[in-house]
């Protein structure tokens, strides 16, 4: 696993939430990767995309309210999450692109 998500948690709805997103190594830089996220019962869905010139793409479902920044110095790269909607409820991953093995996610919980 390359890289880890974290920073999940339960927040209302209309809320935020920042997730973080670390490489498990140190010799590890991350370039152009994705966030993912995966709702109960569901498939894993893209959400946001960071591409290796700094672009970054986001879902139509996303689009408006999530935000992707990097933190070059520390290696980690952030989606702030904005007016959460329950359906925004899933387990959030992040993954470099081209894909590496998958961490264990982050849950995210919006509470109505």
């Known amino acids: 696993v390359q890289l880890q998500a974290s920073g999940g948690g339960l927040v209302q709805s209309g809320g935020s939430l920042r997730l973080s997103c670390a490489a498990t190594r140190s010799n590890i830089n991350i370039g152009a990767m994705a966030w993912w996220r995966q709702a109960p019962g569901k498939r894993r869905e893209q959400v946001a995309v960071?591409?290796?010139?700094?672009?970054?793409f986001y879902s139509d479902d996303v689009k408006g309210r999530f935000t992707v920044s990097r933190d070059n110095a520390k290696n980690t790269v952030y989606l702030q999450m904005d007016s959460l909607k329950p359906e925004d409820t899933a387990v959030y991953y992040c993954?470099?692109?081209?894909?590496?093995?998958w961490g264990q996610g982050t849950l995210v919980t919006v509470s109505s």
């Open positions: 960071l591409a290796s010139d700094g672009n970054v």
């Open positions: 993954n470099t692109l081209p894909y590496s093995d």
